[in-house]
Structure formats: C-alpha cells, structure tokens
Nanobody, 115 residues
C-alpha cells in the first residue's frame, strides 16, 4: 500500500522555525520526485518545494525561496521541509506528494503562525 505520512506541524510565532517530515512507504522512495504543497483556508493548494531523485535538485515557490529548504533521506524514505523565518501568511495545511501511478497525498499537517 502506497502511503505518505506527514508530521512536524504546530503553532509557532512569526520569525520561528519548524521542520516538517514526510515518510513514504509501499514504493521505492528514492526513485521518485517528492513535493511539498500547502493549502490555506479558502485558497487553492499551491506547490511550495520540489526535490528530484538522485541526484537531488531542488526548486521553490517564490514565497518559500530563501526561507524554506527541502531535503530527503532516501535511507529513511523521508522528505523534509525546513521552514525558517515563518510568517503569518505561511499558515496552512502542508501536504507531501508523490506521483507514483497517480497523485499520492499524505493526510496533511497543520502549520499555524501567529503571535
């Protein structure tokens, strides 16, 4: 069974940091491009960051560039999203994604940035 499970969300003050994790199972994790998306209330889901398979190349949305870092540990079947200097507008549910035979989504993890 192909599955993605996110963790690491929470409540943080502006300027703070969080690291999200997403562990995959049921597929050969190292072969696939992994992505982080987010969806804020009342808004469409948007792509935040992408990391390719070996060699790992990364790309970011303009809103994440310079503040977020996507990385992966293929030995642990895990992709990470390190988020620094968080802003209230980063508040959203964050999802990891892989396209295996179709779009596979995790259950999401809530990130709330507020003072």
């Amino acid at each position: 069974q192909v599955q993605l499970v996110e963790s690491g969300g929470g409540l943080v003050q502006p300027g703070g940091s969080l690291r999200l994790s997403c562990q995959g199972s049921g597929f050969t994790f190292s072969n696939y491009v992994m992505r982080w998306y987010r969806q804020a209330p009342g808004k469409e889901r948007e792509l935040v960051a992408t990391i390719t398979s070996t060699p790992s190349r990364t790309s970011y949305a303009d809103s994440a560039q310079g503040r977020f870092t996507i990385s992966r540990d293929n030995a642990k079947n895990t992709v990470y999203l390190q988020m620094n200097n968080l802003k209230p507008e980063d508040t959203a549910v964050y999802y990891c994604n892989a396209v295996i035979y179709k779009n596979i989504w995790g259950q999401g993890t809530q990130v709330t940035v507020t003072s």
